[in-house]
């Protein structure tokens, strides 16, 4: 069984920096896609970044590309997102992710390709 925790979310003013981490135990991320997801109040869960296994091969959603980065650690099982330059319409509660998929590149944006789930760590922005 997969566990996963977030970590990092928190309060930042507009344009500023977060840095999450998600702790995966149970099984290291060495096999597997892994993405995160956010969901604001009232909005459906969607696709934010996601990594290959090797960490070679990322996938951004429109909406952060230029701004947050995914990376993840294998010897440490751990996967990161770098959110720079935060906007309001960042503010939701993210969660880190594993693929469903056995493929070590494809990179899933729906959340049902996903079958591993962090209980995710809140992010606000405020202006």
């Known amino acids: 069984q997969v566990q996963l925790v977030e970590s990092g979310g928190g309060l930042v003013q507009v344009g500023g920096s977060l840095r999450l981490s998600c702790t995966v135990s149970?099984?290291?991320?060495?096999?597997?896609?892994m993405g995160w997801f956010r969901q604001a109040p009232g909005k459906e869960r969607e696709f934010v970044a996601g990594?290959?296994?090797?960490?070679?091969?990322?996938y951004y959603a429109d909406s952060v590309k230029g701004r947050f980065t995914i990376s993840r650690d294998n010897a440490e099982n751990t996967v990161s997102l770098q959110m720079n330059n935060l906007a309001p319409e960042d503010t939701a509660v993210y969660y880190c992710?594993?693929?469903?998929?056995?493929?070590?590149?494809?990179?899933?944006?729906?959340?049902?390709?996903?079958?591993?789930w962090g209980q995710g760590t809140q992010v606000t922005v405020s202006s």
């Open positions: 992710a594993k693929s469903r998929r056995n493929s070590r590149t494809y990179i899933g944006r729906n959340p049902g390709e996903y079958d591993a």
């Open positions: 149970g099984r290291t991320t060495s096999t597997y896609v």
């Open positions: 990594v290959s296994v090797s960490g070679s091969i990322t």
